[in-house]
């Protein structure tokens, strides 16, 4: 009963590569939450998707953020151009159904050099 | 803006002895507050939740008590245990809107249990 899978565990990029995180979530479940932990800060919410859809993206930032469910495979958050303060522990999370409990995954630790 | 402010920063506390995690919020459309537990290398897990409906909430050695007046909610870790070392995390969210799903954490808790 594998939980929610994410790789790399850690990535290094330099300033202005791309950075893709992927997330596999839990058996049975549909909808993929991301968040993002800052140096001494609680995880904040980025992206709710479901499969194919993005329901709410109110905490991405509006550039060089994008995230998707597709119909088959991972979720994908990919990270254009990175910067410095892109440097964080970024954690996926999914559920059954909205609503549900959250079951997270180990997080990627993205440092940006 | 900080719409959940956990206190203290972190804690150490002897074994059998009682640890107290504190969290304020500011948002009162909030009505579902959860606690997680997070081990270093692994993501948060959910430990124990409550809705303002009650005012305290056991499971084990864990006790949620709520204030819905002072908005204030607080984790009780009885009889504390080494194993118990982790960071905590409270949170926030609207259960009975329709965006429930978007928790929002306060900072944090490093507890450390000593033998």
Known sequence: NAGVMQNPRHLVRRRGQEARLRCSPMKGHSHVYWYRQLPEEGLKFMVYLQKENIIDESGMPKERFSAEFPKEGPSILRIQQVVRGDSAAYFCASSAKTGLEQFFGPGTRLTVL | ?115
């Open chain 2, 1 to 115: 803006q900080q719409q959940v402010k956990q206190s203290p920063q972190s804690l150490i506390v002897q074994k059998g002895g009682i640890s107290i995690i504190n969290c304020a919020y500011e948002n009162t459309a909030f009505d579902y507050f959860p606690w997680y537990q997070q081990f270093p290398g692994k993501g948060p897990a959910l430990l124990i939740a409550i809705r303002p409906d009650v005012s305290e909430k056991k499971e084990g050695r864990f006790t949620i008590s709520f204030n819905k007046s002072a908005k204030q909610f607080s984790l009780h870790i009885m009889d504390s245990q080494p194993g118990d070392s982790a960071t905590y995390f409270c949170a926030a969210s609207i259960y009975s809107g329709g965006s429930n799903y978007k928790l929002t954490f306060g900072k944090g808790t490093l507890l450390t249990v000593n033998p």
